[in-house]
Nanobody, 126 residues
Framework: QVQLVESGGGSVQAGGSLTLACVVS????????MGWFRQSPRKEREGVAL????????WTGDSVKARFTISQDSAKNSVYLQMNNLKPEDTGTYYC???????????????????WGQGTQVTVSS
């Protein structure tokens, strides 16, 4: 059974930083498409950053490019999201997601991802 467990959310002021972590279990870590999506009230869930584990190819959403960085630590079966220069519009629940196999096709489509974490809240105040 695949499980994704997020941690690292919290409350910060604008301009601050947070690092989210997602520990994966129940599946071979390398060779899968994993990443982060976020959702705020009254908005659809949107993709933030993705990584093809093992290959380490990454993709970052336009709204967070140059501020957020996704990375992996295969020894810890973990994927991380380093978030810098946070803005109030970054507020939301951040979800770790995974699909078995490479990142291909419409990688930002939430329906492509078969496994989700429970989410961790990020709140950025102005």
């Amino acid at each position: 059974q695949v499980q994704l467990v997020e941690s690292g959310g919290g409350s910060v002021q604008a301009g601050g930083s947070l690092t989210l972590a997602c520990v994966v279990s129940g599946v071979t870590f390398s060779g899968n498409c994993m990443g982060w999506f976020r959702q705020s009230p009254r908005k659809e869930r949107e993709g933030v950053a993705l990584i093809w584990t093992g290959v380490r190819a990454t993709w970052t959403g336009d709204s967070v490019k140059a501020r957020f960085t996704i990375s992996q630590d295969s020894a810890k079966n973990s994927v991380y999201l380093q978030m810098n220069n946070l803005k109030p519009e970054d507020t939301g629940t951040y979800y770790c997601a995974a699909k078995i196999g490479p990142c291909s096709g419409d990688i930002w489509k939430t329906a492509e991802y078969t496994h989700w974490g429970q989410g961790t809240q990020v709140t950025v105040s102005s």
